[in-house]
């Protein structure tokens, strides 16, 4: 069974910081294990649609980040462990939205989550001003 569950949401001050992480277990459905998938952090804030936040190249070696986040937040995965980590720093409430552990199929880190097809359950971060 595929599952994804984040972990680590919470409520921080503007200028703070939080760490979000996302455990991957199962196998998807071309038989591989997530360390051999494209992932990424994707996010909803009240009223908006799911917009895209950073992607990781299966490696590790390839990241991207919505112009919205770069330079504050950094995406990293642990292939041993199955994990992948979004740290968050210099928050805006801006940022305040409910965020989401994706993985793809393909190699591309897509940023359109329609490209993803496996989803986790979404962590809360508020960010109060």
């Not at 984040?6 to 294990?33: D, K, M, N, W």
């Not at 980590?85 to 393909?106: E, F, G, H, I, R």
């Amino acid at each position: 069974q595929v599952q994804l569950v984040e972990s680590g949401g919470g409520l921080v001050q503007a200028g703070g910081s939080l760490r979000l992480s996302c455990a991957a277990s199962g196998r998807t459905f071309t038989g591989r294990t997530f360390s051999t998938h494209t992932m990424g952090w994707f996010r909803r804030a009240p009223g908006k649609e799911r917009e895209f936040v950073a992607g990781i190249s299966w490696t590790g070696g390839n990241t991207y980040y919505s112009d919205s986040v770069k330079g504050r937040f950094t995406i990293s995965r642990d292939n041993a462990k199955n994990t992948m980590s979004l740290q968050m720093n210099s928050l805006k409430p801006d940022d305040t939205a409910v965020y989401y552990c994706a993985a793809t199929d393909s190699v591309t880190i897509f940023t359109t989550a329609a490209r993803y097809q496996y989803w986790g359950q979404g962590t809360q971060v508020t960010v109060s001003s």
